[in-house]
């Protein structure tokens, strides 16, 4: 249906309507003056309109968020490699099973459930390292951004970290 053949129609209605509403309006009464509550002699003064509320100001560049999305980008590649390492392949669990491991301990080796434990680990670390460049892209403050990094870096020492049996200890 064209909507365009009910216009004349529904002019017709509003100009019907509107005149109804006028006419009905003429003929009210008009209400008596001592049914009007009484005003007050005195006005009080408007209040003070409240103060202006400066918010900090952010400056939001397309380059910075750029660079932010590129780092979630490479995180986002990082994330599907490591997943890949949480489950063990068969070649892996006879290479690397728990005995084997336990004997080539001097020389660094660990065993296949040690390296997908360490490879979950990361995968949660990396997960959350996302998580926080995302909230990165909009923070409210500048106090927030500067803890938002500081986070970021503390999450990256720890992931770099996560190998090296002397400085978990």
């Known amino acids: 249906m064209n909507p365009?053949?009910?216009?004349?129609?529904?002019?017709?209605?509003?100009?019907?309507?509107?005149?109804?509403l006028?006419?009905?309006?003429?003929?009210?009464?008009?209400t008596p003056a001592s049914?009007?509550?009484?005003?007050p002699a005195?006005?009080?003064p408007p209040a003070p309109p409240p103060p202006v509320l400066v918010l900090p100001t952010i400056e939001v560049r397309q380059s910075r968020l750029h660079e932010i999305d590129?780092?979630?980008?490479?995180?986002?590649?990082?994330i599907a490699r490591e997943e890949k390492k949480v489950k063990s392949s068969e070649l892996d669990k006879t290479l690397n099973n728990s005995q084997v491991a336990?004997?080539?301990?001097?020389?660094?080796?660990?065993?296949?459930?040690?390296?997908?434990?360490?490879a979950a680990s990361r995968v949660a670390l990396l997960q959350t390292e996302?998580?926080?460049?995302e909230?990165?892209?909009?923070?409210?403050?500048?106090?927030?951004l500067a803890m938002m990094e500081t986070e970021l870096a503390q999450l990256r020492t720890t992931r770099r970290n996560l190998d090296d049996a002397a400085r978990q200890r």
């Not at 017709?12 to 109804?20: C, D, N």
């Not at 006028?22 to 008009?30: C, K, N, R, W």
């Not at 909230?135 to 927030?144: V, Y």
Request: with cysteine; aromatic share 6%.
């Open 42 to 44: 005195q006005a009080t």
């Open 70 to 78: 590129v780092e979630i980008r490479k995180l986002d590649k990082l």
């Open 135 to 144: 909230s990165m892209k909009r923070p409210a403050t500048r106090e927030s």
């Open 102 to 118: 336990n004997a080539a301990a001097l020389f660094g080796g660990n065993s296949a459930e040690h390296l997908s434990a360490v």
């Open 4 to 20: 365009s053949c009910f216009r004349p129609l529904l002019f017709g209605f509003s100009l019907g309507l509107s005149a109804t």
């Open 130 to 133: 996302r998580d926080v460049l």
């Open 22 to 30: 006028l006419g009905a309006t003429e003929s009210t009464p008009a």
């Open 35 to 39: 049914n009007k509550p009484a005003v």
